[in-house]
Structures are given as structure tokens and as C-alpha cells.
T-cell receptor, first 111, second 116 residues
Framework: ETGVTQSPTHLIKTRGQQVTLRCSSQ?????VSWYQQALGQGPQFIFQ???????GRGNFPPRFSGLQFPNYSSELNVNALELDDSALYLC??????????FGEGSRLTVL | GNSVTQMEGPVTLSEEAFLTINCTYT??????LFWYVQYPGEGLQLLLK?????DKGSNKGFEATYRKETTSFHLEKGSVQVSDSAVYFC???????????????FGQGTILTVHP
């Protein structure tokens, strides 16, 4: 079975721009979660999608938004980028067991 | 709200030394507790978990016991190897059924370096 894959692995944006990060879930998983991991910190929960609906959100502003598609892949969109948005963005998928499987992340640098 | 506090790092040990990484939590009810490991350049991997009080999770020589009375889930290993060098994260998940599966609260991480 394939694991969780994320793209792109690295990207650089400037303040005010918008970014889209993508995630392919592990086969058979219908739940996707996104996390932000700032340098030297633990991951922080952004939101979770289950069967294409957002069903949980952490303490992040509305300019962080997402989508989940019928094949359970997902996107994270961030509008009006700020310098503090520079971080590693992690996607995780889970199935019936509830165990999370993480991708290797997309490292975003905002200049 | 929920929170997880890990011991200050980094931790540097010699091979075959005993390892303890402290983790305490604040949460309502009875959360599930986890240790994740992040090797350089890789994503987070589940190391072990415990879902109720007094459960002991174990994997690859690592152990942690869910202590409700002290709200702790300390990670231990009797003899570390160079290959154990990584960042270790303690995390909790509220027990709210399927809707909570992805909603982990992580500690800040502890960097472990093991020298030969």
C-alpha cells in the first residue's frame, strides 16, 4: 500500500501571496488532518477533513482553508501569507483504526 | 484546553545508556497518549501508544506507562543506540470517537543525540 505523499516538498513565497499544498492519503484512509510545525516546535493541529467535510479546526484564522476530494486526497490553502506562516506543513491520514500516518511534509518559506 | 509538556532538551547520551524523556499532560477526561519519533528528513512515525490509565505502550525497546494520577507518560529505553538519534514528541488525543482521530496535541519535542 502507498503511504502519505505531499507536494511540493519545498517552496518559497513572498508576503501577501497565496499557496496551495497537496496531500495524497494512504490507501483506504478517509480522514485527513493538517498540521503546522514551526522550527523547533511540535506540530499544531490546523484542521481535519472526513468524507470531504471539515469536522474539526484548531486555532488558525480563516485564511487557512482546505479541501478534501472524493478520492480522499486533500489540499491546504493559505491566503495573504505572513512571515510567521513559514513552517513545515504536515498531512496525516487515518482509517478505521484511528492511527495517523504522516507524510514527510511541505516546507514553506515566506520572505 | 489540552496541553502537553515535555522535558527541556536536547538530550545527549552515550550508546547503551538509559533514556528517560519526561512528558506530562493536561486534559479533561481520559485522552489517548502517544509518542511519535521524527528522524532527520522524515515524517512523524508512531512509536507507541496507550489508550487508558495504567496501560503500557512498548515498541523497539521503548516503553511508556499511562499514569493518570500524575498525568504523565514518560518515555524510557534501557539501552539506546546511535540509530535512536531523532526528535521525540509526546502527544495526546481526546477520546471523542472517530471525529477526534486526527486532532492531536503535541509537546514541543525533545532532540535526542546518541554518540558511539
Amino acid at each position: 500500500e502507498t503511504g502519505v505523499t505531499q507536494s511540493p516538498t519545498h517552496l518559497i513565497k513572498t508576503r501577501g501571496q497565496q499557496v496551495t499544498l497537496r496531500c495524497s492519503s494512504q490507501s483506504g484512509h478517509n480522514t485527513v488532518s493538517w498540521y503546522q510545525q514551526a522550527l523547533g516546535q511540535g506540530p499544531q493541529f490546523i484542521f481535519q477533513y472526513y468524507r470531504e467535510e471539515e469536522n474539526g479546526r484548531g486555532n488558525f484564522p480563516p485564511r487557512f482553508s482546505g479541501l478534501q476530494f472524493p478520492n480522499y486526497s486533500s489540499e491546504l490553502n493559505v491566503n495573504a501569507l505572513e512571515l510567521d506562516d513559514s513552517a513545515l506543513y504536515l498531512c496525516a491520514s487515518s482509517g478505521m483504526t484511528g492511527e495517523l500516518f504522516f507524510g514527510e511534509g511541505s516546507r514553506l518559506t515566506v520572505l | 484546553g489540552n496541553s502537553v509538556t515535555q522535558m527541556e532538551g536536547p538530550v545527549t547520551l552515550s550508546e547503551e545508556a538509559f533514556l528517560t524523556i519526561n512528558c506530562t499532560y493536561t486534559a479533561t477526561g481520559y485522552p489517548s497518549l502517544f509518542w511519535y519519533v521524527q528522524y532527520p528528513g522524515e515524517g512523524l512515525q508512531l512509536l507507541l501508544k496507550a489508550t487508558k490509565a495504567d496501560d503500557k505502550g512498548s515498541n523497539k525497546g521503548f516503553e511508556a506507562t499511562y499514569r493518570k494520577e500524575t498525568t504523565s507518560f514518560h518515555l524510557e529505553k534501557g539501552s539506546v543506540q546511535v540509530s535512536d538519534s531523532a526528535v521525540y514528541f509526546c502527544a495526546l488525543r481526546p477520546n471523542a470517537g472517530g471525529t477526534s482521530y486526527g486532532k492531536l496535541t503535541f509537546g514541543q519535542g525533545t532532540i535526542l543525540t546518541v554518540h558511539p
